[in-house]
């Protein structure tokens, strides 16, 4: 039994051409899903703060990323006396906290 | 600028955070949607925080146009840390121990690595019990 030229061609390079095309479609996949929080694992990425609008930032009112050292409202920028002197938001703030 | 929009040909800064395009949507529908259901204004930040980590949480949370009225969900990933801050009026209508039941089903989602999941189903549920405005 014996096969030509043109019959393995004929064979073998569709198989080929479907593992390249799979081949590229699981590398675009995966390069295009990017980085992946992983707990434990270092994770490096900006910063980012959202808001459904950002007029609700004080300042500016423009940044998505976040700005921790950012403009403050002018009586936190003035609060130099004691702890007393806070604005009522600061003290009477509530929520909660939790880790994993 | 909400999180989901992009403005020009340069590559927005919030593409280079945390999340995928389809979940910025996700995020900025859910913001939206707790925003317009309870008349509070929510915010999330995903970043480190300095220690203590409550004091820059809730540093953060006065840097808000209306921190009375404004609940932020800060969370650090590297450091594994959650927190939520909500001003004097909102607390009113999110009790700390609704908070800390939103927080607990973050932190599980957090756990597995789903950090967008979490944020929106936090976001959810601390809108549900906020309620209607």
Redesign the interface.
Known sequence: MSFSLSEVLTLVLPALAVVLVVTMLVYLGSSR????????R??E???????????????DG?P???L?Q????AE?ASAEGPVLAQ????Q????????? | MTAGEVTGARRPEVLDGPFNTRQLLRLDEALRTADSSTGLTFSVYVGELDEPVRGHAEKLHGQLFDPARSVLIAVSPNQRMLEIVTGAEARKRLPDRDCKLAALSMAAAFGVGDLAGGVVSGLAQLADHAGKR
Do not use: C, M, N
């Open positions: 899903r990017g980085k992946r929080y992983r707990p434990g270092p994770f990425f900006t910063p980012v703060w959202f808001l459904s609008a950002p007029e609700q930032l004080a300042g423009g998505v990323a976040a921790p950012g403009p403050r409202r936190l604005p009522e938001s600061i009477q703030t509530g929520g909660a906290s939790d880790r994993w």
